[in-house]
């Protein structure tokens, strides 16, 4: 779990830096070409999220597991992120080059988490 935790939060913070950085071109990579990022003077406000959000699912010094705040933040981050993005293709408001890989990476992350839990609950379960 840690593992997954640890990759999942790499990613979210060098995809918060980019949005921070260069929201133009994060923001035409997933959503298209066309995108105007000057009409979202906020753009770099979900990249400064996402960096806190790597920040605070970083491993710590004790195992996570199920029940810590950053594990299930990470797991509903990801699971709505991926539903969110694929909405947006299906409106046609989305059709940039990285926007499946997207949402195939965060729902993979979210399916690996929502594994991790289901195995370490069963595992407590035989256990006691």
Do not use: Q
């Not at 710590?60 to 029940?67: E, T, Y």
């Not at 991926?82 to 890989?101: C, D, E, K, Q, V």
């Not at 997207?102 to 993979?108: E, I, N, Y």
Request: hydrophobic share 60%.
């Amino acid at each position: 779990m840690d593992r997954i935790l640890c990759i999942a939060a790499v990613v979210e913070i060098g995809t918060g830096l980019a949005l921070v950085l260069v929201p133009r071109i994060v923001v035409a990579l997933l959503v298209g070409p066309g995108a105007k990022v000057e009409e979202m003077p906020l753009a770099p406000f979900p990249g400064i999220a996402l960096v806190a959000l790597g920040l605070a699912c970083w491993p710590g010094s004790r195992p996570a597991n199920a029940g810590a705040p950053a594990f299930r933040a990470m797991l509903v981050y990801n699971a709505l992120i991926a539903l969110f993005l694929a909405y947006l293709f299906t409106m046609g408001r989305a059709a940039g080059i990285l926007l499946w890989p997207a949402v195939a990476l965060h729902g993979l992350v979210a399916l690996l988490l929502a594994w991790s839990w289901r195995r370490e609950r069963y595992a407590g379960a035989s256990h006691a």
